[in-house]
């Protein structure tokens, strides 16, 4: 079974205040909490900033880089914008969803 841990989403208040405050402990803490959740089992992390688009690219490229630097846990990289995601790929260090 395929896991997909969706609580790293700007949808969520907490999560968009810690995106809005840039708060790395946060964050990181929740996506070591997720990873350890998934555990071995073959899972995603879901990485969502629910921000405007002019901002989402860079908001989003610091958010993975948060994540990837305290988990191996292969991401999903989450965005209604398609261009973003094009984008965001070279920054994903495994192969993600």
Do not use: H
């Amino acid at each position: 079974m395929i896991i997909i841990a969706e609580k790293i989403n700007g949808s969520i208040p907490s999560v968009a205040k810690a995106i809005a405050a840039r708060d790395e402990a946060f964050l990181k803490d929740l996506a070591i909490r997720q990873s350890e959740a998934i555990g071995e089992s073959e899972g995603f992390i879901d990485v969502c900033a629910s921000v405007p688009p002019e901002v989402e690219f860079d908001t989003m490229r610091w958010m993975l880089d948060l994540v990837q630097s305290v988990t191996d846990t292969p991401i999903s990289v989450d965005s209604p914008n398609a261009e973003c995601l094009v984008e965001l790929l070279p920054y994903v260090k495994r192969p993600g969803l």
